[in-house]
Nanobody, 129 residues
Framework: QVQLVESGGGLVQAGGSLRLSCAASGRTLSTKTVGWFRQAPGKEREFVAAISWWGSSTSYADSVKGRFTISRDNAKSTVHLQMNGLKLEDTADYYC??????????????????????WGQGTQVTVSS
């Protein structure tokens, strides 16, 4: 089991940027596919982005394509979510999640919450007008 800790959330004006980070303790993230999900008040959790452990495969929700970028720094066992052009509807709690070590599949599978074994506690992102 790996413990995940998200950071970087906060309050930002619409059009602004934030960079979320997901750090791991206990085990390295370098061999785990990592995803970001979000949940807004009163709404279901939704997929945001994911990056494979081999780094060459990424997946994004249509709502964030072109605005968000997911990347990983395996040396620091950290995954980042760069969020640009933030909109009011991006307001949510953001969670990172890690799949089982070495799990390999097509990127299409990354958007399912069931693909992931471990979850962080979340970081809040609030976008104001």
């Amino acid at each position: 089991q790996v413990q995940l800790v998200e950071s970087g959330g906060g309050l930002v004006q619409a059009g602004g940027s934030l960079r979320l980070s997901c750090a791991a303790s206990g085990r390295t993230l370098s061999t785990k596919t990592v995803g970001w999900f979000r949940q807004a008040p009163g709404k279901e959790r939704e997929f945001v982005a994911a990056i494979s452990w081999w780094g060459s495969s990424t997946s994004y929700a249509d709502s964030v394509k072109g605005r968000f970028t997911i990347s990983r720094d395996n040396a620091k066992s950290t995954v980042h979510l760069q969020m640009n052009g933030l909109k009011l509807e991006d307001t949510a709690d953001y969670y990172c999640a890690a799949a089982e070590t070495g799990r390999t599949s097509s990127a299409r599978a990354f958007s399912s919450g069931g693909y992931y074994a471990d979850w962080g506690q979340g970081t809040q992102v609030t976008v104001s007008s």
